[in-house]
Nanobody, 120 residues
Framework: VQLQASGGGLVQAGGSLRLSCAAS????????MGWFRRAPGKEREFVAD????????SYADSVKGRFTISRDNNKNTVYLQMNSLKPGDTAVYYC??????????????WGQGTLVTVSS
């Protein structure tokens, strides 16, 4: 399984970015996906996740109302639309795939991460 994250960059506070994560090696449409982040000097934290069919989502309180997770099963890609970005959102963002189809188990594969830097 390979997960390739992209779309990070430098943005001013209040701006937007869209992250993408292309998956291969697994039947993408059967697996829930998630986004996590690790800020400098902090532990990795959950950002958002999405069911295999795109119907169910959950978000960390810190990003609710600002971030939207979505997927295109035809393109084997999951997205994270980030709006109203804050300096506190600065982190390396990782996508991950669940270890079982049609289930919310553990995450067993992770992307390489894409850096998001939000300037004040």
């Amino acid at each position: 399984v390979q997960l390739q994250a992209s779309g990070g960059g430098l943005v001013q506070a209040g701006g937007s970015l869209r992250l993408s994560c292309a998956a291969s090696g697994r039947t993408f449409s059967r697996y829930a996906m998630g986004w996590f982040r690790r800020a400098p000097g902090k532990e990795r934290e959950f950002v958002a996740d999405l069911s295999w069919n795109g119907v169910s989502t959950s978000y960390a309180d810190s990003v609710k109302g600002r971030f939207t997770i979505s997927r295109d099963n035809n393109k084997n890609t999951v997205y994270l639309q980030m709006n109203s970005l804050k300096p506190g959102d600065t982190a390396v963002y990782y996508c991950a795939i669940r270890d079982r189809p049609y289930a919310y188990g553990n995450y067993d594969y992770w992307g390489q991460g894409t850096l998001v830097t939000v300037s004040s």
